[in-house]
C-alpha cells in the first residue's frame, strides 16, 4: 500500500464486502428471517440498519445498497448474470467500494466511511483480520505528508473495527515516527495498551492529569452529549455500552452513544473500552476519573482550582428544565442534561440567559435566513442538501424549521423577513422522517416550475429519497407493495405518470427516463426564446406533466411533500400587473393538477375533456364520500406574503370552473377536494407550531399555558399585535431540550429561554437594531453588565447606549443592580408588570424612582411608561375609559411597542388573536377556515363553508 488511500481504499472496502453481506445477513435474520427467503428487503434498511444501528445518514444511501447486493448478487456469479443484471451488478458494487474516495456520486471523503461501513463492521461477528503492507519506499518518498496523513487516517478508522496488522520496514516506522508522531504513539502500540485496559493509576491523581482533563472537557459542549456519558461513568467499575443505552437519565440515542464512546476513547482518551466481551465494557481511564471529578452538580465542567460552586454559578439563570443544545439528528431532537424534572413555573425570577461563555452564539454564526440565502453559485450545483450554520442549527433543526410554514395541505402564506438568493436558479431539498421539502425562489412561472421538478427529480432526491427500497426495484414497493404486478397500469392509466413506456417499468429505467427528461427541460429552460410563444407553451406544458409525475411518484411512496416559494420583494411583485398576475397564474394551474384519488390523477377525472385521454384510464370507482387529496403542499413566504392569499384564492378559484360540465352538472359522478388558502403567522397556525414541538420534545402543554406561550412569542418576535413568524417560533422551540420526566409542562418562562437563542435582529423586530442588540447583549450574558462592557459587546456608540438603555428601562426589560456610576443592567423577555410573568414587583431592589409601579391594568401601565418615557401625555388621554387607539395614534413614539403592550395583556388588537371568525380554533382543538376552494363534487356532508384541518400542523 502506498501513501494514496483513494489508490487502495477500493480494494480494502472490496475485500471487507464480504464481511459486510455476512452481517447484514445475521441483522437481517434477526429482524425478519423472510426477508432472506423472499428476497426482499421491506423496511430493513431503514428501520434496522440505519434506525436501530445508524449505518448511514441522512444523505447516504448505504444502507439500500448493501442490503439490494446482499439480496439480489452476493450469492451469484456475475459472469453468469446477463447483460443488464451484470451491468447493474457492477454499478452497485462499484458504489460500495468507492466509498471515501471522491469517485462516488456523493463526492463522499473519509467521514462517510465512517458512517457507512464502519458502524456496520462494527456489528460484524468476528471481526475480520486484514494485514496492510506497506510500501516503504513510496511513503518516505512523498512530498506532502498531508497525502500520508489522510491515509494513516483512514487505516486507523478501519482499525477500529477490524484485527488490523500493519507491515512496515524500520526505516518506515522511523519515518512515521518523524512525521506523524501522534499517530504512531495512538495506533502503533495498540497493544500494548489493550492489555491494560481500563486500569487508573492509583492513588491521588496528579495535577499534570487533572490539567489534562479540565483541558479536554473544557472544550466540549456544556450542554452536549459527552459530558452525559462520562456524568454516567464511575471510577470504580465499568459499564456496558448496553446499559448506557438503557440508562433513562442519559436520554440519547444508541447510534449518539456509541458515536460518542467510541470519540471520547479515541480522540480524547477519557475511557478505554474492552471489546472482548459480547457487549463492549467501557471504564475511565486515569483523565476520564479526573474529568469526572471536575464535573460539578450541575454536570458541567469546572476549573481544578474552583475548589466550591457557588449558587450564583451553578444554578440555571431560568427557574425551567430546558437547556438550549443543538438538535441531534440521532434523536430527533435536543438533548436535555438539566437534572430537574418539572419546570418551576413560580414565574421568571432570574434572567433569561445560560453562562454566555457556554451558549452565546458568535456574532460571526451566520442567522438562519442568512444561511438560506448564501447559495453560492448554480455552478456548484443547481440542487443542493438543505442543512444550517451547525453552530445554531443543523440539517434536521433546519428542515423543522422550515416545516413549521406548512400549515396543512393546501396553500400556506407566510409573512417573514426573505433575503434573496446569492443565486436564484439554486434550489435546496431536505426529507425526514418521510417528509420532503423543496425551497425556490420565485423566478417567474416557467423557470419556478422547471427549477421545482429539477429538484424533486434531482439525482440526490434518487439516491437517498426515491431509493429502490423505497421504489421497488420493479416499483412494486409503491403504494404499500400491495398493487403487485398491476403497478405498471396503474402508474400510466391511474396515477397517469408521464413518460412510462415499457422500458420504464423497473426502477433503473424510469429514474433514467425522468433524468432525461428533466436535463432536457433545463436544456430547453436556458434556450428558450420567450417571444416564441410556442415553445414556451410547449415547454410548460412538459413541465407540468413531469411536475405532476413527479409528485404522484412520492405520493405512491408514502412520502409528504412541501414545496416553499421564496418572494424576497413582494411589494415590487404587486406592484407589476403582469408579473403579479402570472405569479397568481402559476398556482392557479399548478395546484389542483398535483392532486391523487388512491391510485387515480384527480386532474384527470375531472378536468380532461381529451376523448382519447379519457379513454385512456384505468377503471374506477367511487366511495361514499370521494374525495381526493393533494400530492404537495405549498408555502409563500415573503414580507408581506399575505397580502397575495386573497389574490390566490380567487385564482384558484376560477380554474375550478373549468371542471368538466357534466361533473358540474351532477350529471356524471365525479369527486372532490378543498384546496385551503390560509395564512402562517395566524393565533391558529402558531399554536399548530407549538404543539407539534412540545409534542416531539414530550411536554404536556396545559391550555391556559399555550395561550401564554403563544401571546408572549408574538410579542417578542411579531411586527404586529397578535402574529408572528412560524419559523422563528420554531427556530426558539427548537433551542429547548426534551422533557425530562413524562409528566413535565412547557411554561412561558421555557419558552422564553429558547427566545434568548435567537438572533438580535428576530428581538422585537419593531425595534431599531441597535436597540435589539443591546437587549440580546444583555439576555445572554453571565451576570449584570456596566455601561462599558455593554458599549464594547454590543459594538454601539456612548449616546446609543444612553438612548436604548433607558428606553428598556422604561419598559421594564432592563432594570438596573446598581447605584450612580456603577450601575449594572440585568434583562428579561418577561418584563415583571406582565401578566405572563406571575410576580408582583420588580426583580430588582435597587431601582430608581423610574422603576414603574406595582401593575393593577394595561392602562395604568402605560401610562406610568409615557411618563418615564418623558412623553408627558395629556390628562384626558388616560382618565376614564381608555381608547388605545388613540393613545398610539396621539404618542407616536409608543406605537413601535403597541404589539408588545397588547400581546402581553391580550387587550386591544391581540384580544381576538384565538377567536378570528375566519380563522379559529375551536374547543376540540380543530382549526377552521372559510379560505378554500372546492374543487369537482362537493364532499359528502358539507353542511357549509368552513373547512375542517384537523391535519393541519
Excluded at 92 to 110: E, H, P, Q, V, Y
Excluded at 442 to 466: D, K
Excluded at 566 to 573: E, G, H, N
Aim: contains cysteine.
Amino acid at each position: 500500500m502506498g501513501p494514496r488511500a483513494s489508490e487502495w481504499l477500493p480494494e480494502l472496502e472490496e475485500v471487507l464486502l464480504l464481511t459486510a453481506v455476512r452481517t447484514v445477513r445475521e441483522l437481517a435474520h434477526d429482524y425478519d428471517p423472510q426477508i432472506l427467503l423472499d428476497e426482499r428487503p421491506r423496511l430493513f434498511a431503514r428501520e434496522a440498519l440505519h434506525q436501530r444501528y445508524d449505518i448511514g445518514t441522512w444523505r447516504s444511501t448505504y444502507p439500500e445498497a448493501i442490503t439490494r447486493y446482499t439480496l439480489r448478487y452476493a450469492d451469484h456469479d456475475p459472469d453468469r448474470l446477463d447483460e443488464r443484471e451484470r451491468e447493474k451488478h457492477d454499478a452497485l458494487k462499484d458504489d460500495l467500494t468507492t466509498i471515501g474516495t471522491s469517485r462516488d456520486a456523493l463526492n463522499s471523503g473519509l467521514d462517510m466511511v465512517e458512517e457507512t461501513i464502519v458502524p456496520l463492521l462494527q456489528q460484524a461477528r468476528p471481526q475480520p483480520t486484514i494485514t496492510l503492507v506497506l510500501d516503504g519506499p513510496a511513503w518516505t518518498a512523498v512530498v506532502d505528508e498531508r497525502t500520508a496523513a489522510r491515509a494513516l487516517d483512514t487505516i486507523a478508522l478501519f482499525s477500529e473495527v477490524c484485527d488490523l496488522r500493519l507491515v512496515c520496514s524500520p526505516r518506515l516506522r522511523e519515518h512515521l515516527d518523524r512525521h506523524h508522531p501522534e499517530w504512531c504513539d495512538d495506533h502503533l502500540d495498540l497493544t500494548r495498551s489493550r492489555d491494560g485496559w481500563g486500569q487508573t493509576v492509583p492513588g491521588e491523581t496528579s495535577e499534570r492529569t487533572r490539567t489534562e482533563a479540565w483541558a479536554t472537557i473544557s472544550q466540549f459542549d456544556p450542554d452536549g452529549g459527552r459530558l452525559t456519558i462520562l456524568e454516567a461513568l464511575s471510577p470504580d467499575s465499568d459499564r456496558t455500552v448496553h446499559e448506557l443505552k438503557a440508562d433513562p437519565e442519559l436520554a440519547l440515542a444508541d447510534g449518539t452513544i456509541d458515536r460518542y464512546v467510541r470519540e471520547l476513547a479515541d480522540e480524547h482518551g477519557l475511557v478505554a473500552i474492552d471489546s472482548r466481551p459480547t457487549s463492549n465494557h467501557v471504564t475511565l481511564t486515569e483523565t476520564g476519573a479526573a474529568a469526572t471529578a471536575l464535573l460539578g452538580p450541575d454536570g458541567r465542567p469546572h476549573h481544578p482550582e474552583q475548589s466550591r460552586f457557588t449558587s450564583d454559578r451553578t444554578r440555571t439563570h431560568h427557574d425551567s428544565t430546558s437547556v438550549v443544545c443543538r438538535a441531534d439528528r440521532d434523536e430527533g431532537s435536543p438533548t436535555p442534561t438539566d437534572d430537574s424534572t418539572t419546570a418551576d413555573h413560580t414565574g421568571d425570577t432570574a434572567p433569561s440567559t445560560h453562562s454566555s461563555s457556554a451558549s452565546t452564539i458568535p456574532e460571526s454564526v451566520p442567522t438562519a435566513e442568512e444561511w438560506l440565502a448564501d447559495t453560492g453559485t448554480a455552478d456548484d450545483g443547481y440542487v443542493q442538501w438543505l442543512d444550517g450554520p451547525d453552530d445554531r442549527l443543523d440539517a434536521w433543526a433546519m428542515h423543522e424549521r422550515l416545516r413549521a410554514g406548512r400549515r396543512c395541505a393546501g396553500v400556506t402564506v407566510v409573512d417573514d423577513p426573505t433575503q434573496p438568493f446569492d443565486d436564484g436558479e439554486v434550489s435546496y431539498i431536505s426529507c425526514f422522517d418521510d417528509h420532503a421539502q423543496v425551497v425556490v425562489q420565485w423566478g417567474g412561472a416557467l423557470p419556478t416550475l422547471v427549477r421545482i421538478t429539477n429538484a424533486l427529480l434531482s439525482e440526490q432526491m434518487f439516491e437517498t429519497v426515491l431509493t429502490p427500497a423505497t421504489v421497488g426495484d420493479d416499483l412494486d414497493a409503491l403504494y404499500d407493495g400491495t398493487l403487485d404486478s398491476a403497478i405498471d397500469d396503474i402508474l400510466r392509466l391511474g396515477a397517469q405518470v408521464g413518460w412510462f413506456s415499457e422500458d420504464e417499468h423497473d426502477y433503473e429505467g424510469l429514474r433514467e427516463r425522468f433524468s432525461a427528461v428533466r436535463r432536457r427541460l433545463l436544456t430547453e429552460l436556458a434556450s428558450l426564446d420567450r417571444d416564441d410563444s410556442d415553445a414556451w407553451s410547449t415547454l410548460c406544458r412538459d413541465a407540468h406533466g413531469l411536475l405532476a409525475s413527479a409528485t404522484q411518484l412520492y405520493h405512491a411512496s408514502d412520502i409528504d411533500l412541501t414545496i416553499h416559494i421564496r418572494v424576497p420583494d413582494t411589494a415590487t411583485l404587486q406592484a407589476g400587473t403582469q408579473r403579479y398576475r402570472e405569479f397568481c397564474d402559476f398556482f392557479k394551474h399548478t395546484v389542483p393538477k398535483n392532486a391523487a384519488y388512491g391510485v387515480h390523477s384527480a386532474y384527470r377525472l375531472l378536468y380532461e375533456q381529451r376523448v382519447d385521454k379519457l379513454k385512456h384510464r384505468l377503471s374506477y370507482a367511487f366511495d361514499d364520500d370521494p374525495t381526493a387529496e393533494l400530492t404537495a403542499s405549498w408555502v409563500i413566504s415573503g414580507p408581506t406574503a399575505t397580502t397575495f392569499r386573497e389574490d390566490i384564492e380567487a385564482a384558484i378559484a376560477t380554474n375550478a370552473s373549468d371542471v368538466r360540465d357534466a361533473i358540474q352538472e351532477g350529471t356524471r359522478h365525479g369527486v372532490g377536494f378543498e384546496i385551503p388558502v390560509v395564512e402562517g403567522n395566524s393565533y391558529a397556525a402558531l399554536r399548530g407550531v407549538l404543539d407539534q414541538q412540545a409534542d416531539r420534545k414530550g411536554f404536556i402543554l396545559d391550555p391556559a399555558d399555550r395561550r401564554e406561550i403563544i401571546r408572549l412569542a408574538t410579542a417578542t418576535l411579531g411586527t404586529e399585535p397578535g402574529r408572528c413568524s412560524p419559523y422563528a417560533f420554531a427556530e426558539a422551540l427548537l433551542a429547548i431540550a426534551r422533557a425530562r420526566t413524562p409528566t413535565a409542562t412547557l411554561s412561558p418562562t421555557d419558552v422564553a429561554y429558547g427566545l434568548t437563542q435567537l438572533p438580535a435582529e428576530r428581538l422585537m423586530p419593531t425595534l431599531p437594531p441597535t436597540m435589539q442588540t443591546v437587549l440580546k447583549t444583555l439576555l445572554v450574558a453571565d451576570d449584570p453588565l456596566g455601561r462599558s462592557t455593554i458599549i464594547e459587546r454590543a459594538d454601539i456608540s456612548t449616546a446609543s447606549y444612553d438612548r436604548n438603555i433607558n428606553e428598556l428601562a422604561a419598559l421594564g426589560i432592563v432594570a438596573p443592580t446598581g447605584n450612580g456610576g456603577h450601575r449594572k443592567w440585568q434583562a428579561w423577555l418577561i418584563p415583571w408588570w406582565s401578566p405572563l410573568a406571575g410576580v408582583d414587583a420588580p426583580r430588582t431592589v435597587d431601582g430608581d424612582e423610574s422603576t414603574l409601579a406595582r401593575p393593577s391594568r394595561w392602562d395604568d401601565i402605560l401610562y406610568e411608561t409615557t411618563l418615564n418615557l418623558g412623553l408627558d401625555p395629556k390628562y384626558e388621554l388616560f382618565a376614564g375609559q381608555v381608547d388605545i387607539d388613540e393613545v398610539f395614534v396621539t404618542l407616536p413614539r409608543l406605537s413601535r411597542w403597541r404589539g408588545f403592550f397588547e400581546s402581553h395583556y391580550g387587550c386591544g388588537a391581540a384580544s381576538a388573536i384565538a377567536d378570528s371568525s375566519d380563522d379559529r380554533q375551536s374547543t376540540d382543538g380543530s382549526t377552521h377556515t372559510s379560505h378554500s376552494v372546492e374543487v369537482g363534487a362537493h364532499p359528502a356532508g358539507r353542511a357549509d363553508q368552513q373547512q375542517s384541518l384537523d391535519d393541519c400542523s
